[in-house]
């Protein structure tokens, strides 16, 4: 709903290799005519000998929820360094859509093809409102716009509107984002990566220190988004992952120990064995 059009195609079909193609991606925007938004295969990071990710294989389709959980070292961090391009990896193959080889982006090439990432600690503007910190969030064309004529345009309020709506901070943009608590500025973190409309989420222990009736509205609010994003969130907190319903992976040595409903993988003994039975 969100993807715009982009010169990917185009240029692909003008016999240039995705890899000469990636470079020139102005838009975000993916091509995911396979149903697929996140294809990793054989993904290996070695940090001085150590496999952090050890021919790690992962399909992540369009419009899914999915949840990684795994014992602290399993790689599931590394893993998201490798999406975004904050870590090469070794050998591998790491594909957003069709066309898109991550591993040959740079950071901010694939944040604005539309690779969103929450990390642990929210990083507001404690000293801006929570109306300003989605305001700067937006885009960067309408950001520049915004800020040379010190308005914003229609689309952009109702934007920022709808946000505060979806994030549940509609009735604190005003307030200064310094003083929210824990679990709302996680909210408008979320929501200053949603004014980027980002088509894939990475989101790492996004509950971590959320009361439970925090946690519970952000499983709402990530329900809310699947479909329209794809999201992939690292967490520990079982009955959050519950309430997600999503397909789980578990990670373990940096590679897929176990997939599938939340059920099997708590039945699977070898999960039990290195992570929920300790
Ligand atoms: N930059 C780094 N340098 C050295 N070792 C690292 C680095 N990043 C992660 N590691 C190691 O890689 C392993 C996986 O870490 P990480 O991906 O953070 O696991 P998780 O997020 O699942 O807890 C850990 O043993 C960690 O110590
Ligand atoms: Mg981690």
């Given at each position: 709903m969100?993807?715009?059009?982009?010169?990917v195609?185009?240029?692909?079909?003008?016999g240039?290799g995705s890899a000469?193609v990636?470079?020139?991606v102005?838009?975000?925007g993916?091509?995911?005519?396979?149903?697929?938004i996140?294809y990793?295969?054989?993904?290996?990071?070695?940090?001085d000998?150590f496999?952090?990710?050890?021919?790690?294989?992962?399909t992540?389709d369009a419009?899914?929820?999915r949840?990684i959980?795994?014992?602290?070292?399993?790689?599931?961090t590394t893993m998201?360094?490798?999406i975004?391009?904050k870590?090469?990896?070794?050998?591998?193959?790491c594909f957003?859509?069709q066309t898109l080889?991550?591993?040959r982006?740079?950071?901010?090439?694939?944040?604005?093809a539309?690779?969103?990432?929450k990390f642990q600690k929210p990083?507001?503007?404690?000293n801006?409102?929570v109306f300003?910190?989605?305001?700067l969030?937006?885009?960067?064309?309408?950001r520049?716009w915004?800020?040379?004529?010190?308005?914003l345009?229609?689309?952009?309020?109702?934007?920022i509107?709808?946000?505060l709506k979806?994030i549940?901070?509609?009735?604190e943009a005003?307030r200064?984002?310094?003083?929210?608590?824990?679990?709302?500025?996680?909210?408008?973190?979320?929501?200053m990566?949603l004014?980027?409309e980002p088509?894939?989420l990475?989101l790492?222990?996004?509950?971590a220190g959320?009361t439970?009736?925090e946690?519970?509205r952000?499983a709402?609010?990530f329900k809310?988004l699947?479909g329209?994003?794809s999201?992939?969130v690292v967490?520990h907190?079982?009955?959050f992952?519950?309430?997600?319903?999503g397909k789980?992976?578990?990670?373990h040595?940096g590679s897929v120990?176990?997939?599938?409903?939340?059920?099997?993988v708590q039945a699977?003994?070898?999960?039990i064995?290195?992570?929920l039975?300790r």
């Amino acid at each position: 709903m969100n993807s715009k059009p982009v010169s990917v195609e185009a240029e692909n079909q003008g016999g240039e290799g995705s890899a000469q193609v990636v470079g020139h991606v102005l838009q975000p925007g993916v091509d995911i005519s396979h149903k697929v938004i996140l294809y990793l295969e054989d993904i290996s990071v070695s940090f001085d000998g150590f496999k952090a990710l050890n021919n790690l294989n992962m399909t992540i389709d369009a419009g899914e929820l999915r949840c990684i959980i795994g014992p602290n070292g399993a790689g599931k961090t590394t893993m998201m360094d490798v999406i975004t391009g904050k870590t090469r990896p070794d050998s591998g193959t790491c594909f957003f859509g069709q066309t898109l080889d991550l591993t040959r982006m740079t950071e901010p090439e694939i944040a604005h093809a539309g690779i969103g990432r929450k990390f642990q600690k929210p990083t507001i503007f404690e000293n801006h409102t929570v109306f300003e910190n989605l305001e700067l969030a937006m885009k960067t064309d309408k950001r520049v716009w915004a800020s040379l004529f010190a308005w914003l345009d229609r689309e952009g309020r109702d934007k920022i509107a709808d946000t505060l709506k979806l994030i549940r901070l509609d009735q604190e943009a005003d307030r200064q984002a310094g003083l929210l608590s824990h679990g709302q500025k996680q909210w408008l973190e979320i929501g200053m990566l949603l004014m980027q409309e980002p088509q894939l989420l990475l989101l790492d222990e996004p509950v971590a220190g959320m009361t439970d009736d925090e946690t519970e509205r952000t499983a709402e609010l990530f329900k809310s988004l699947a479909g329209k994003h794809s999201l992939v969130v690292v967490e520990h907190d079982m009955a959050f992952i519950e309430q997600l319903g999503g397909k789980v992976t578990v990670l373990h040595e940096g590679s897929v120990l176990a997939e599938g409903s939340l059920a099997k993988v708590q039945a699977d003994q070898r999960v039990i064995e290195v992570y929920l039975g300790r």
